[in-house]
């Protein structure tokens, strides 16, 4: 990487990312050069023009890279420069293929070609199968009344039905047992 840092552009021009950088406008100098110098992180604050005294830009430049919003600055500026180096990296591959005897030509052809949808095809085959409950309140009640045979407690009722749930399908349950059960006909005889 060269010693020689690009002029920086003009706010308009820049990512999002480097433009809504706030606060101290080094930051936004600080992250220009911290991509384009190599990521030579003190280097980059004495250029963003924060004091070297002792060495502190070292510490500047540490306590810079630890922050959220510039990171996001240097990943956006770091992403448009890779975009900008695409067409030195097809030149490149190109002089690759065009020589059989480099001994990644292979691996060449196959990146070229994978990367532009000529590689190798996979397939996954899925197959999915189950049983569907037509009717979920039913199936919901059958579940409450085996586990409650089967003495599950409380709490394992709610991580099933929910807390709400729980109290709603006890309810239908009651219900259901109450319709259920037989009526007998007669009269209540006092003795």
């Known amino acids: ?14 990512p999002e990312q480097l433009r809504d950088l706030k606060g101290d406008p080094r930051r936004r100098v600080f992250a220009w050069c911290y991509v384009f110098n190599g990521a030579n992180g003190a280097s980059a604050a004495r250029a963003a023009g924060y004091s070297d005294h002792l060495e ?26 890779l975009f900008s180096l695409a067409p030195k990296a097809i030149l490149r591959l190109e002089e690759l293929l065009d020589n059989p005897k480099h001994p990644k030509h292979d691996k060449a052809i196959e990146m070229a070609l994978s990367r532009s949808g000529h590689g190798e095809k996979s397939t996954v085959d899925v197959n999915i199968s189950g049983s569907v409950t037509l009717n979920h309140t039913d199936q919901a009640l059958n579940d409450l009344k085996m586990l409650k045979d089967m003495g599950a407690g409380r709490d394992m009722l709610i991580e099933t039905f929910g807390f709400s749930g729980l109290e709603r399908y006890e309810r239908m349950l009651a219900d259901r047992a109450r319709l259920a059960a ?6 209540v005889v006092d003795e």
Request: aromatic share 2%.
């Open 1 to 14: 990487m060269s010693d020689i840092v690009p002029i920086m552009p003009d706010l308009s021009e820049l």
């Open 56 to 81: 502190g830009c070292k510490v500047r430049a540490h306590g810079l890279l630890q922050r959220d919003d510039v990171q996001e600055a240097v990943k956006a500026l770091c992403t448009r420069y």
């Open 182 to 187: 037989p009526v007998i006909d007669g009269e």
